[in-house]
């Protein structure tokens, strides 16, 4: 009589003996193979929040700072309204040179480009410097655009021409023309930085910033049949 032969089995499955006595959560738990490389937590988490934070301080101050640059690119680069004043007895009246210019549509023009380039390569910069990015390098880089918008703004007023038009009409004389003083028509010119530091900066991340390493190497996990 023909002793009974064990079950066949597939040589690409072997032969795995269940876990008797063990827990659902044992059996169904995936170990890491063998010579699997250990996963550092700051792989995965980053170089910690303190780091982050005084990372995000510093482009914080380094792109306000930039807004003194921004200002003075403004006051030369921005168009000038033409003004003249006209005396009427002790009394005098200022009135823009040409009704139908487009003068002051340019200065906010010129500063809303500016703010967008200077939102781009500060975004640049700080993705070069730190790749992996992070929420408070991002907020510092926003906030500081905003704030560097606000020095520029400032900055170029008060270096620009004159404030007091009717002063500045009596200096230069009746019919003389001058510069308006500079201002912003548009209050959102002073957003385009920020704006342009988070697209660029979100962007970049997206397409070049580092992936999160796999917690194990790939494997492929046998079963019993």
């Not at 066949?8 to 063998?34: I, K, T, V, W, Y």
């Not at 699997?36 to 510093?58: H, K, S």
Request: hydrophobic share 45%.
């Amino acid at each position: 009589m023909t002793p009974p032969q064990p079950p066949h089995r597939r040589p690409s499955q072997p032969f795995r003996s269940p876990d008797l006595g063990q827990p659902d959560a044992a059996r169904n738990r995936q170990e890491p193979p063998a010579g699997a490389p250990a996963v550092r937590v700051y792989d995965q988490d980053g170089p910690g929040l303190r780091t982050e934070i005084r990372e995000a301080v510093v482009v914080l101050v380094a792109v306000t700072l930039g807004g003194v640059l921004l200002g003075l690119l403004w006051l030369w680069l921005a168009p000038r309204v033409p003004l003249v004043g006209i005396a009427s007895g002790n009394s005098w009246a200022v009135y823009p040179k040409e009704t139908e210019g487009e003068q002051a549509i340019g200065i906010d023009g010129t500063f809303t480009l500016l703010g967008l380039a200077f939102g781009a390569v500060s975004a640049v910069t700080v993705f070069l410097v730190r790749r992996r990015g992070g929420v408070p390098l991002v907020v510092a880089l926003c906030l500081g655009g905003l704030l560097g918008s606000l020095l520029a703004w400032r900055l170029g007023v008060a270096l620009g021409p004159e404030q007091d038009v009717i002063a500045h009409a009596r200096e230069v004389g009746e019919g003389v023309t001058f510069p308006a003083p500079l201002t912003l028509g548009a209050p959102g010119a002073l957003l385009a930085w920020s704006l342009a530091a988070l697209v660029v900066h979100l962007g970049l991340t997206a397409l070049f910033g580092p992936r999160d390493p796999e917690p194990y190497g790939p494997y492929e996990e046998t079963s019993a049949p």
